[in-house]
């Protein structure tokens, strides 16, 4: 078995709990809301404090979207095991 398709899929179950956690969902929701209102209640002269606010939404999507790729290479290893294990069952046995 591939040792990093192995560590692909673990990485991915860990990434996939992670998103599912009921507290990393309302930590989410909540830092969500407080961008959203911190946006509504920012005057479109500051316009440092809009770029602040923006670039904090950026990476807060970006911290999200990385464990939504870890699950996602982690299906894909998943994937790719169970076709080297057909593969090689079929060369032994085929």
Do not use: C
């Amino acid at each position: 078995m591939s040792d990093k398709l192995q560590t692909a899929i673990q990485r991915g179950d860990r990434a996939k709990r992670l998103l599912a956690d009921d507290l990393i969902a309302e930590a989410k929701s909540h830092i969500e809301a407080e961008l959203w209102r911190l946006f509504k209640t920012t005057s479109p002269a500051e316009k440092d404090a809009l770029a602040h606010i923006k670039a904090m939404q950026y990476f807060h999507e970006k911290y999200f979207a990385f464990f939504e790729r870890v699950v996602i290479d982690g299906k894909i290893a998943q994937i790719n095991l169970e076709a080297k294990k057909k593969s090689l069952k079929e060369r032994v046995f085929g």
